[in-house]
């Protein structure tokens, strides 16, 4: 069984900054380089999107482009751990962010619909 655990939200201001952790385990062998990764988020009454994704296998990271510049997806493999560095933030970006994973890393991660495994989220408000 997977868990994720994301931290890191919080309130902060127009222009910045926030680096979200997700914490992932799972049954003996567990490790990120055998699952697809994802932060989506979502606004109450909106479907959820897809902020960023990667393959634990070390394939090419993919930003939706409303954050592409100021968001960097990295892995951490020996831990475990997924980071999400959010700079130049922007009111926009205020979301509940969640940690997704799912064990089809073989497909180019944008194209996955359904992913198996997601966290409880972290809330992100950027606010003046």
């Known amino acids: 069984q997977v868990q994720l655990v994301e931290s890191g939200g919080g309130s902060v201001q127009p222009g910045g900054s926030l680096r979200l952790s997700c914490a992932a385990s799972?049954?003996?062998?567990?490790?990120?380089?055998?699952?697809?990764i994802a932060w989506f988020r979502q606004v109450p009454g909106m479907e959820r999107e897809k902020v960023s994704c990667?393959?634990?296998?070390?394939?090419?990271?993919f930003y939706q482009a409303s954050v592409k510049g100021r968001f960097t997806m990295s892995l951490d493999t020996a831990k475990n751990t997924v980071y999400l560095l959010m700079n130049n933030l922007k009111p926009e970006d205020t979301a509940v962010y969640f940690c997704?994973?799912?064990?089809?890393?073989?497909?180019?991660?944008?194209?996955?619909?359904?992913?198996?495994?997601w966290g409880r989220g972290t809330q992100v408000t950027v606010s003046s």
């Open positions: 799972g049954d003996s062998g567990f490790t990120l380089e055998h699952y697809a």
């Open positions: 990667t393959s634990g296998s070390g394939a090419s990271t």
């Open positions: 997704v994973l799912d064990p089809d890393y073989t497909t180019w991660c944008p194209t996955i619909i359904d992913w198996d495994y």
